[in-house]
């Protein structure tokens, strides 16, 4: 039981390029989120889904998209990198406020 | 909207000594809440969360935390603090719209 995966752990880009963070999760968990960590900032959230094939705005979606053709995967994409996207990357999933929300190990985005 | 407030940026603990956590949020309804740790370079891992019932809620690794509606605080203690607590800690607040909210931390250093 792997839990919840994020791919890649580590990237550098250039500005403007584009890319695709993959989150996956192996518990059968409806909700999924991504976030980004910020020194100071805590926990932003980006992009959320409630369920397979829907998607929803957090609180900093600009610059974003996300997908969710799987149950098992949400998707983040970067369309044309930005500097001020140089962060740290969260999945998470969870099944309902009476359980634990489940977190990934974080994806190191540096964009130069 | 939800919110938290982590009052302290930084705190600083002899080892042995007590530890006290601030957490203020801002919700409407009854809310979800919940006290995450992260180790340098790590993902989130659960301590201990709040949904209804006694509102003095014991978590991992020795941790607790007091739920106050009037004052609307989910402070977290730890009665002896041991140099391996030394990490940044989260706050969040759950709400009914499927979202986690996160504060924006507390770096907890542990003094010999």
């Known amino acids: 039981n792997a839990g919840v995966t994020q791919t890649p752990k580590f990237r550098v880009l250039k500005t403007g390029q584009s890319m695709t963070l993959l989150c996956a999760q192996d518990?059968?968990?409806?909700?999924m989120y991504w976030y980004r960590q910020d020194p100071g900032m805590g926990l932003r959230l980006i992009h959320y889904s409630v369920g397979e094939g829907t998607t929803a705005k957090g609180e900093v979606p600009d610059g974003y998209n996300v997908s969710r053709l799987k149950k098992q995967n949400f998707l983040l994409g970067l369309e044309s990198a930005a500097p001020s996207q140089t962060s740290v990357y969260f999945c998470?999933?969870?099944?309902?406020?009476?359980?634990?929300?489940?977190f990934g190990q974080g994806t190191r985005l540096t964009v130069v | 909207a939800q919110s938290v407030t982590q009052p302290d940026i930084h705190i600083t603990v002899s080892e042995g000594a007590s530890l006290e956590l601030r957490c203020n949020y801002s919700y409407g309804a009854t809310p979800y809440l919940f006290w995450y740790v992260q180790s340098p370079g790590q993902g989130l891992q659960l301590l201990l969360k709040y949904f209804s019932g006694d509102t003095l809620v014991q978590g991992i690794k020795g941790f607790e935390a007091e739920f106050k509606r009037s004052q609307s605080s989910f402070n977290l203690r730890k009665p002896s603090v041991h140099w391996s607590d030394a990490a940044e800690y989260f706050c969040?607040?759950?709400?009914?719209?499927?979202?986690?909210?996160f504060g924006k931390g507390t770096m907890l250093l542990v003094s010999p």
């Open positions: 518990m059968n968990h409806e909700y």
């Open positions: 969040a607040v759950g709400s009914g719209y499927s979202t986690l909210t």
């Open positions: 998470a999933s969870f099944e309902g406020w009476d359980t634990e929300a489940f």
